[in-house]
């Protein structure tokens, strides 16, 4: 085979190898391109759907509104903006670039239409006074509300795997591009090695300043250029190579510009989001201002009863060393532990005599109603069941299921002390505040009976070192909620 003949193969050889590698790195390009349009999509999709979220909680506060009181006020406005969650959901789901999440908003509008007929119907059944058909649509409402929920959480979560997904893969795009890219200036400089070999073996020279400059470039120093003056084919080649650079320099600051884009766009969502659950946690707190202020409103000897309780049961459950999240619980449940005789009748509440065994039955439901009431806030559910059990005995005589030992909630435990001596001290309708050192002989003549013993004991504890035998309930909360 003749040196021309092996030339022209090689030269075909290495150039078919040079197209491949650059229409694989085309490929890889656009792939990258593409998979960082749809990321972008994905995270304005994310953002949609936590707004959608927040209209929903709002929607669920003027729904709870409108099953407590049957006002046809809270009925329109549960329609209008279900009307509202619906059209833009239509609208995200039009939008959608993702299968599963038309699907789901598909079943979420469904929801959502069955939600609106469920109000209709519960309203009518409220205007001709059939209260069973109310109740029992509420329990559906409540039911529809619940899954709808997590439905719209369902739906953010798997767009947001989506987001994860898709910017993983177009880093491995990214990746592949740059192999390609490293590849192809290998093969060219292969290219050229072999051909100053061939053609010109003098110009040794001429082979060594483009060997350099193609693996300084291949390195990482995109600014390197062949500035040496050459002729012939080495001439066409080196500009070549410098041509190459160029747009390899070009499109790497492009492709740079858009991470740097990219990463503004997502810190700035992620900046949204985490305003979004400030507002959500803000609005949590308060309706957890406003369940107390109305629980007072009813009662006004019980003012402040729910603030004190927290104090006592703080004091207590710091003492026994319980965890952040066990206090934060056991002072959300001491907060709200009678918001259940918002459903007790006045007359009952603030009676100035004995009740009787009828009204008695009636005001020992309130711990259960509390529980309902709570348990449809949304990840508080530790909390509803201490509600629940605080008037449960530690002998098992306690209601409303008369739970003994143990098998009482801690924060349960330490809520009944807490309340029964704030209770103890306090003046109410039917008597006024007991003297703490007869308080101090009551508690201890439950103790194992009505009390949990060793919370009891460190309560006595707290109320020995104090030494308030002679002062007003007032300095224990005082003195404890900083012990």
């Not at 060594?208 to 390197?224: I, P, Q, T, V, Y």
């Not at 006592?312 to 026994?320: E, N, Q, S, T, V």
């Not at 990840?379 to 098992?396: F, N, P, S």
Request: aromatic share 8%; net charge neutral.
């Amino acid at each position: 085979m003749s040196v021309r003949l092996k030339l022209y193969t090689t030269i075909v050889i290495l150039s078919v190898l040079v197209a491949i590698t650059g229409a694989i790195g085309l490929v890889s390009l656009n792939e990258y391109q593409d998979k960082a349009e749809k990321l972008e999509s994905a995270v304005k999709m994310v953002n949609k759907l936590q707004e959608q979220r927040v209209l929903f909680h709002q929607l669920n506060r003027d729904l709870y509104s409108f099953l407590g009181t049957g006002d046809d006020k809270y009925a329109m406005f549960v329609f209008l903006k279900v009307n509202n969650l619906e059209s833009d959901l239509n609208q995200l789901a039009k939008n959608s670039e993702f299968s599963e999440s038309r699907e789901g908003l598909a079943v979420t509008i469904q929801s959502l239409e069955k939600l609106k007929q469920k109000v209709y119907k519960t309203l009518k059944a409220f205007h001709n006074q059939d209260y069973a058909t109310a109740k029992a649509e509420t329990n559906d409402i409540n039911d529809l509300s619940t899954l709808l929920s997590n439905r719209l959480a369902n739906s953010s979560l798997l767009i947001e795997n989506k987001s994860t997904n898709l910017y993983a893969e177009s880093q491995r795009a990214h990746g592949r591009y740059s192999y390609m890219l490293i590849l192809a200036i290998i093969i060219i400089i292969f290219l050229g090695i072999v051909l100053g070999y061939i053609l010109i073996r003098g110009v040794a020279s001429a082979t060594k300043e483009l060997h350099s400059a193609a693996m300084e470039f291949a390195g990482g120093n995109r600014r390197r250029r062949i500035t040496k003056r050459m002729s012939g084919e080495f001439a066409v080649l080196c500009e070549s190579f410098n041509h190459m650079a160029q747009q390899i320099q070009q499109s790497e600051l492009k492709m740079r510009q858009w991470n740097d884009e990219l990463e503004k766009e997502v810190d700035a969502r992620t900046k949204e989001l985490k305003e979004a659950n400030r507002y959500i946690e803000n609005l949590y707190i308060e309706t957890i201002t406003a369940l107390i202020e109305a629980i007072e409103a009813k009662d006004s000897y019980t003012r402040g009863h729910s603030e004190n309780v927290a104090k006592y049961a703080l004091a207590i459950g710091k003492k026994m060393g319980l965890t952040n999240s066990e206090i934060e619980e056991l002072q959300i449940a001491a907060l709200l532990h009678d918001v259940g005789k918002i459903g007790i009748r006045e007359e009952i509440l603030n009676k100035p005599s004995k009740l009787d065994d009828q009204e008695y039955r009636h005001i020992k439901r309130h711990p259960s109603i509390s529980y309902q009431i709570i348990g449809r806030i949304p990840g508080i559910g530790q909390v509803a069941e201490i509600v629940l059990y605080h008037h449960e005995r530690y002998d098992g005589h306690g209601y409303p299921k008369g739970l003994k030992g143990d098998k009482i909630p801690l924060g349960a435990r330490i809520l009944a002390v807490a309340d029964t001596f704030d209770a103890m001290t306090s003046n109410r309708s039917y008597r006024n505040a007991l003297p703490l050192d007869v308080v101090r002989q009551e508690l201890l003549r439950n103790s194992g009976a009505q009390f949990d013993p060793k919370i009891l004991e460190i309560f006595i504890e707290i109320f020995d070192s104090l030494d308030l035998k002679s002062s007003p309930p007032e300095n224990l909360s005082a003195n404890s909620s900083s012990a």
